[in-house]
């Protein structure tokens, strides 16, 4: 995270150093236009398809989240249900967001595994990193863009010294968020009573890559892993792939002590 803020910083300076005053303007104008934008989704974000569940709805998966997040030191999330029969889940602030089918491909110990990871990113701040994060690229990216049309015919290097750095941008945020994802998933281990049903459920979405490669959202923390298609590779993944991460699980269930693991 430290390197990302430090790319923006170089990014600001550029900016500033070769446009000055007209640089500041476009600065804050892009800013707080992003400002205005997170506000806009943080507000509209629950939609109608969003249904939060009670207790009454699911004992089972009420108990179970707020066992985790009370043994992950955290505020019991709001669980929400969201009405896609595409397996998919997501968490937003302190929020889980569970759509309707993961109910009809996993089981109970999947699920809650399931929940367990999106504790995991809600316990380790992803939930207020990933939209900054977010936010951030496309500030590099538009700041890139002006930085090309007001600087090409002053600055030839000032202008691709611009360019690069949104590259690097893109580097580092797609090395970071794939950090993000593993550790969301150590943490899961931890907190789940069945270590193994990550993994099971992991193996189980796999099966439905196809149905969920239009909804992914790096913006958002979410159960997803990388779509592994040869033919259609990413220049900045933002998720490990599912072999990537089921040996990291495995991994890590093997360094648990005998107690951790004797339910797994």
């Known amino acids: 995270m430290f390197v990302l803020e430090l790319i923006l910083l170089a990014q600001v300076l550029i900016t500033l150093l070769y446009l000055g005053k007209i640089g500041l303007w476009l600065i804050l104008g892009v800013f707080l236009t992003l400002v205005g934008l997170y506000l806009w989704t943080v507000k509209n974000f629950l939609k109608k398809k969003h249904r939060k569940i ?11 989240i707020m066992k985790m997040a009370n043994k992950a030191g955290i505020k019991t999330p709001e669980v929400y249900l969201l009405d896609d029969y595409i397996p998919n889940a997501y968490s937003f602030r302190n929020s889980i967001v569970l759509s ?3 109910f009809e491909v996993l089981d109970e110990e999947e699920i809650l595994a399931v929940a367990a990871h999106e504790i995991g990113h809600i316990k380790n701040r992803d939930t207020l990193l990933f939209p900054l994060v977010s936010c951030g690229r496309y500030f590099m990216l538009v700041m890139a863009f002006l930085n090309l049309l007001f600087l090409f015919s002053r600055s030839t290097f000032g202008s691709l010294a611009s360019f690069t750095l949104y590259l690097l941008y893109e580097v580092c945020r797609s090395h970071w968020l794939k950090q993000r994802e593993f550790k969301a998933d150590e943490t899961a281990l931890h907190l789940i009573p069945v270590p193994l049903a990550l993994k099971r459920a992991l193996e189980e979405l796999k099966y439905y890559e196809d149905l969920r490669v239009r909804v992914k959202e790096s913006a958002l923390p979410s159960i997803e892993p990388t779509i592994e298609r040869p033919h259609q590779k990413s ?3 933002t998720h490990p792939t599912y072999e990537e991460r089921i040996w990291r699980i495995m991994a ?4 648990m002590n005998p107690r951790e693991r004797m339910f797994s």
Do not use: M, V
């Open 54 to 64: 009670s207790y009454e709805d699911l004992p089972w998966l009420y108990k179970g």
């Open 100 to 102: 309707l089918g993961l």
């Open 235 to 237: 220049l900045f993944e």
């Open 252 to 255: 890590e269930i093997e360094a």
